[in-house]
């Protein structure tokens, strides 16, 4: 499985961007695919994630009614659609895929993509 991340930029506060994800390679209903970040300095954190069959997703409570995660299973991609950013939302943007349940620890993730950066000015 191979990761693509793209869809990053500079943005003011309160404004959005989404994020996508590219995923090549065979996937499988059960498949999970999550968002992670790091900001400098600081160690990379979960964002949010999505089971590949779409009926369970998980959001870190700093994001949690202001990014939204989907896929899209016809382009294989992933999406982290992101509202009403703010400064502490700048950072670099992972995607990552494992199998099993959603688990917000980055070692439990067996495939990583590139990171897309995410500024957010005041």
């Known amino acids: 499985v191979q990761l693509q991340a793209s869809g990053g930029g500079s943005v003011q506060t309160g404004g959005s961007l989404r994020l996508s994800c590219a995923v090549s390679g065979r996937t499988f209903s059960s498949d999970v695919m999550g968002w992670f970040r790091q900001a400098p300095g600081k160690e990379r954190e979960f964002v949010a994630a999505?089971?590949?069959?779409?009926?369970?997703?998980s959001y870190a409570n700093s994001v949690k009614g202001r990014f939204t995660v989907s896929r899209d299973t016809a382009k294989n991609t992933v999406y982290l659609q992101m509202n009403r950013l703010n400064p502490e939302d700048t950072a670099v943007y992972y995607c990552a895929a494992r199998k099993g349940a959603i688990l917000w620890d980055t070692r439990a993730y067996d495939y990583w993509g590139q990171g897309t950066q995410v500024t957010v000015s005041s």
């Open positions: 999505i089971i590949w069959s779409g009926v369970t997703t």
